[in-house]
């Protein structure tokens, strides 16, 4: 146990990193009358969290500050004196050294007028972030521990396979506590690299913008007892590769001045209409498969293949898996193979598998009718996802495996014993993402 400020440890337990330089810049130079180039970049930081993530205020939790009991076989009215059971548990532990996560912006964009009121703009950004925190395994059971003489249960014949182990909280580096805590470090890294188009017309009785997005999100997302980098790294969950959105806003002509349909009845049914509409499509968010196999609990297949109880195998990758499938294949389950005996969980890498992209209409439809010069009525009629379009917003990406290695669960519909949602098949609409109507009147004065 170390004191803040004490022997050495620093005060508040973190090292002072002294004051921190955040400068930024930007540029626009005029190349023509017709096109501009802009480029900028910058340097922020992000004070260390406390109860967000949960980090430095971990700490409050570790023993001996607070211990917690379980009482058994008592009751209200003595649960002063009965004595209370004490269990393993969890220690967090942050890096002392302090660094400050770091983000350094940049980008650098040319934008052009083009004839018929158009405005093209294309642009690079990037950022690369540094010092963010991670949380490390810090007292999970070593690989191949459930394999060894010391963590076998003497009340039982060996076999060192992992079925004849001792409860694991009795052989952990840290003995008598639990895998629960975390050590937090300021050692991981992201980036993030976009190519990004738009066009624009806000002239007229159509206006209209599109924008498109070529990007990579990439960091390291988990930690690792061996191999962070390699476990770990890359698409973050915020990842989407592809993304279009396009909006546009439409007066729709009315009758003309002084033609013969030019009457106040004929008016008041064809001027003053409006359409509208916003659509957003885009890549899937990335996913790491799991696997298990039957008959066998989750505890004990990690035992027999990682030999670390805290640790599952993740399964093994023999093809690209990400194809346009189908509502009950939806990529490639062939690809998919279980992890060999004396697995490090490196199998396949972070968030390899993507799920069910976006598609998404909303429209709306005004009409506006005045009442006096300076006073109107809106009539609003409102859709979102308008079509009505399935918003796939889940996949099941757990197999099981027979003890042969083939996959049990595929959907029954595909001849596997997984039912309707089995292995491989859409499992889950976004959440409120069925057609919503909206009716609305606004008045304007």
Request: with cysteine; hydrophobic share 35%; aromatic share 12%.
């Amino acid at each position: 146990m170390v004191l803040s400020g004490q022997n050495g440890t620093p005060e508040g337990l973190i090292e002072n990193r002294g004051i921190h330089w955040a400068p930024r810049f930007g540029i626009a130079y005029q190349i023509n009358s017709k096109t501009v180039l802009r480029l900028g970049g910058g340097v922020f930081y992000e004070r260390v969290a406390t109860f967000g993530p949960g980090i430095t205020s971990n700490y409050t939790t570790n023993p001996p500050s607070l211990r917690q009991a379980t009482l058994y076989y008592g009751n209200v009215a003595n649960i002063a004196t009965t004595a209370g059971t004490f269990f393993p548990t969890a220690i967090n532990r942050l890096s002392e050294d302090g660094h400050i996560p770091t983000t350094y912006n940049y980008n650098v964009g040319i934008q052009r007028e083009l004839p018929n009121k158009l405005f093209l703009e294309v642009s690079y950004v990037g950022a690369q972030n540094r010092h963010l925190w991670l949380a490390q395994p810090l007292n999970q059971a070593p690989f191949g521990s459930a394999w060894l003489p010391y963590s076998q249960d003497p009340t039982t014949t060996a076999k060192f396979d992992g079925s004849t182990n001792l409860p694991v909280n009795m052989y952990r580096p840290y003995a008598g506590y639990t895998s629960a805590g975390a050590d937090y470090t300021w050692g991981t890294s992201t980036n993030y690299n976009a190519l990004q188009f738009s066009l624009q017309r806000r002239y007229g009785a159509l206006q209209f913008g599109t924008s498109y997005t070529w990007s990579k999100a990439l960091g390291v997302g988990v930690g690792h007892q061996t191999n962070t980098r390699a476990f770990g790294y890359g698409p973050l969950p915020q990842d989407r590769t592809q993304s279009l959105q396009f909006n546009y806003i439409y007066n729709v002509p009315g009758i003309a001045k002084n033609s013969f349909l030019d009457k106040p009845g004929v008016r008041l049914v064809t001027n003053g209409w409006e359409l509208s509409g916003l659509t957003s499509i885009a890549s899937g968010a990335p996913i790491t498969p799991t696997y298990a196999v039957s008959g066998v609990g989750g505890a004990l297949l990690n035992r027999q293949i990682t030999g670390s109880e805290d640790v599952s195998p993740r399964v093994v990758l023999k093809c690209n898996p990400n194809v346009n499938g189908s509502l009950d294949a939806f990529f490639n389950t062939s690809c998919f193979a279980p992890a060999a005996k004396g697995s490090t969980a490196l199998d396949s890498g972070y968030n390899r598998l993507r799920g069910p992209g976006l598609m998404n209409w909303d429209m709306s439809l005004f009409k506006n009718v005045s009442i006096k010069e300076k006073a109107r009525i809106q009539l609003r009629l409102e859709a979102y996802n308008v079509f009505n379009h399935a918003e796939w917003g889940g996949v099941n990406s757990t197999a099981t495996f027979t003890a042969a290695g083939a996959i049990a669960n595929l959907p029954t519909q595909l001849g596997g014993t997984g039912g309707r949602f089995g292995f491989g098949a859409l499992n889950a609409i976004r959440a409120n993402s069925q057609r919503i109507l909206q009716v609305g009147v606004k008045l304007n004065f």
